[in-house]
Antibody
Framework: QITLKESGPTLVKPTQTLTLTCTVS??????????VGWIRQPPGKALEWLAL???????RYSPSLKSRLTISKDTSKNQVVLTMTNMDPVDTATYYC???????????????WGQGTLVTVSS | DIQMTQSPSSLSASVGDRVTITCRAS??????LNWYQQKPGKAPKLLIY???SLQSGVPSRFSGSGSGTDFTLTISSLQPEDFATYYC?????????FGPGTKVDIK
């Protein structure tokens, strides 16, 4: 059974760096094809994909946020970490991590999601 | 970057209605299109992948079609538990853009 759970601060101040951790179980981050993505959703707004890390440590970032994001994994802890620098109130959102499954070789869908964690950016 | 649009942005329907939601990509994404359902306060749930493949456990009243730039999600007979927001997502590029969503509520 695949599960994912996000953890991190619920409140950050403007200009601070946000660090979120996704702890996974039921699959290995080392298995060929595995991947974990981060997606966020501001209150009342749409989903926005942020980043994805693959089993081979390849990484992809949203172009609009690439300069502020870093994704990494710790396979020994079954964790994926997302950092976002220079936080702003517009970054207030629920942040989800999700398991990636591939099809057609390289295409991706997110079939298992964490419950999400609400991060508020405020002074 | 590939942009995704959805129409309508919201719709009102009754139980038993046939509902169709459209998703359009700014360039061809072949069949690299997924659909998700999200209920308030919950994480999204995968419904359809590869434009028309039904995810395991998803009721057969949900179906997807299309290729290239134009895609459709159809609910053949709307059930009370289907009132939610639906998002498309492309995975043709390795940058996984979501559409803006379509909210389906009760008429």
């Amino acid at each position: 059974q695949i599960t994912l759970k996000e953890s991190g601060p619920t409140l950050v101040k403007p200009t601070q760096t946000l660090t979120l951790t996704c702890t996974v179980s039921g699959f290995s981050l080392m298995i060929s094809g595995a991947g974990v993505g981060w997606i966020r959703q501001p209150p009342g707004k749409a989903l926005e994909w942020l980043a994805l890390i693959y089993w081979d440590d390849d990484k992809r970032y949203s172009p609009s946020l690439k300069s502020r994001l870093t994704i990494s994994k710790d396979t020994s802890k079954n964790q994926v970490v997302l950092t976002m620098t220079n936080m702003d109130p517009v970054d207030t959102a629920t942040y989800y991590c999700a398991h990636r499954t591939s099809y057609y070789g390289s295409a991706t869908y997110f079939d298992y999601w964490g419950q999400g964690t609400l991060v508020t950016v405020s002074s | 970057d590939i942009q995704m649009t959805q129409s309508p942005s919201s719709l009102s329907a009754s139980v038993g209605d046939r509902v169709t939601i459209t998703c359009r990509a700014s360039q061809s994404i072949h069949s690299y299109l997924n659909w998700y359902q999200q209920k308030p306060g919950k994480a999204p749930k995968l419904l359809i992948y590869a434009a028309s493949s039904l995810q395991s456990g998803v009721p057969s009243r949900f179906s997807g079609s299309g290729s290239g730039t134009d895609f459709t999600l159809t609910i053949s007979s709307l059930q009370p538990e289907d009132f939610a927001t639906y998002y498309c997502q492309q995975s043709y590029s390795a940058l996984f853009t979501f559409g803006p969503g379509t909210k389906v509520d009760i008429k």
